[in-house]
């Protein structure tokens, strides 16, 4: 079993940063890849970003790349995700992800465990 919990989340300016926390408990962090994803209202849950367990290959969506950074830090068990140059877009609930295997995915339902969110704000 493993545990996410997110942190890092609230309200920030357009063009402002933000950087995601998401520490994991429950089994060798270097066991899985991690991904994030992101949820706004009424819309579908969306990859944003994922890394492999080493932090050697990332992956971002079209829509962050360029924006936002993905890292992981294994001998402190939390992946990071560095929001910058934020848009009224980015605002969504967003979640954490672990997938045991070692590569990442963009699909949400490879993904093993979920954390329960963190709330992601930015207004105009």
């Known amino acids: 079993q493993v545990q996410l919990v997110e942190s890092g989340g609230g309200l920030v300016q357009a063009g402002g940063s933000l950087r995601l926390s998401c520490a994991a408990s429950g089994r060798t962090f270097s066991d899985y890849a991690m991904g994030w994803f992101r949820q706004a209202p009424g819309k579908e849950r969306e990859f944003v970003a994922a890394i492999t367990w080493s932090g050697a290959s990332t992956a971002y969506a079209d829509s962050v790349k360029g924006r936002f950074t993905i890292s992981r830090d294994n001998t402190k068990n939390t992946v990071y995700l560095q929001m910058n140059s934020l848009k009224p877009e980015d605002t969504a609930v967003y979640y954490c992800?672990?997938?045991?295997?070692?590569?990442?995915?963009?699909?949400?339902?490879?993904?093993?465990?979920w954390g329960q969110g963190t709330q992601v704000t930015v207004s105009s």
């Open positions: 992800a672990a997938k045991l295997t070692h590569c990442p995915s963009r699909d949400d339902y490879q993904y093993d465990y």
